[in-house]
T-cell receptor, first 111, second 115 residues
Framework: GQQVMQIPQYQHVQEGEDFTTYCNSS?????IQWYKQRPGGHPVFLIQ?????EVKKQKRLTFQFGEAKKNSSLHITATQTTDVGTYFC???????????FGPGTRLSVLP | DGGITQSPKYLFRKEGQNVTLSCEQN?????MYWYRQDPGQGLRLIYY???????QKGDIAEGYSVSREKKESFPLTVTSAQKNPTAFYLC??????????????FGQGTRLTVV
């Protein structure tokens, strides 16, 4: 079945440094979504990417969908303490009815 | 306000007991999902439902059961057959998956502990 992996598992950065998490699927995806979960909270939707090679930006966050639609990345520029949390990607295959979540990347930001 | 509500927030269960976790949404979403999250882990799909009176097993359905008698409600029962039920349970809903997928809305979660 479809598998979604993320690297790194953990990332510790100094406030102001950049951060990137990578998401890779074992199969070609129809689309991919990104979620953020704050410590003790629930996942909150950030964005959805649909087109091959698509790049979307939300303030300091940049999301990219690979040309082959099998990988994606989330880049945060100049991290802030409010960025702390776990970032999940979730991919839906071409024939799947639901999204498969990656294991997440936990981001810690040191002030 | 529209949203998805899970209850209770915390639940303690004795070994051998069945417990039911509630999930209600007023977003008029067709699809609803149950996920399990263990400490430091990702989300694993237990069950999902695309439409009333129909549901499908996810990756870790053993020891769990669900029902979907109403569009708004998707309760999850953790049975005594579930060997390691202590976890954080998340319910989510979304519009029916199609090419123009929309986001999944998650409830606040239920933290289940077996004592």
């Amino acid at each position: 079945g479809q598998q979604v992996m993320q690297i790194p598992q953990y990332q510790h950065v100094q406030e102001g440094e950049d951060f990137t998490t990578y998401c890779n699927s074992s199969t070609t995806l129809s689309n991919i979504q990104w979620y953020k979960q704050r410590p003790g909270g629930h996942p909150v939707f950030l964005i959805q990417l649909v087109k091959s090679g698509e790049v979307k930006k939300q303030k300091r966050l940049t999301f990219q969908f690979g040309e082959a639609k099998k990988n994606s990345s989330l880049h945060i520029t100049a991290t802030q303490t409010t960025d702390v949390g776990t970032y999940f990607c979730a991919g839906r295959g071409r024939t799947g009815l639901n999204f498969v979540f990656g294991p997440g990347t936990r981001l810690s930001v040191l002030p | 306000d529209g949203g998805i509500t899970q209850s209770p927030k915390y639940l303690f269960r004795k070994e051998g007991q069945n417990v039911t976790l509630s999930c209600e949404q007023n977003l008029n979403h067709d699809a609803m999902y149950w996920y399990r999250q263990d400490p430091g882990q990702g989300l694993r799909l237990i069950y999902y439902s695309q439409i009333v009176n129909d549901f499908q097993k996810g990756d870790i359905a053993e020891g769990y059961s669900v029902s979907r008698e109403k569009k708004e409600s998707f309760p999850l029962t953790v049975t005594s057959a579930q060997k390691n039920p202590t976890a954080f349970y998340l319910c989510a809903s979304s519009s029916f998956p199609q090419e123009g997928d929309t986001e999944a809305f998650f409830g606040q979660g239920t933290r289940l502990t077996v004592v």
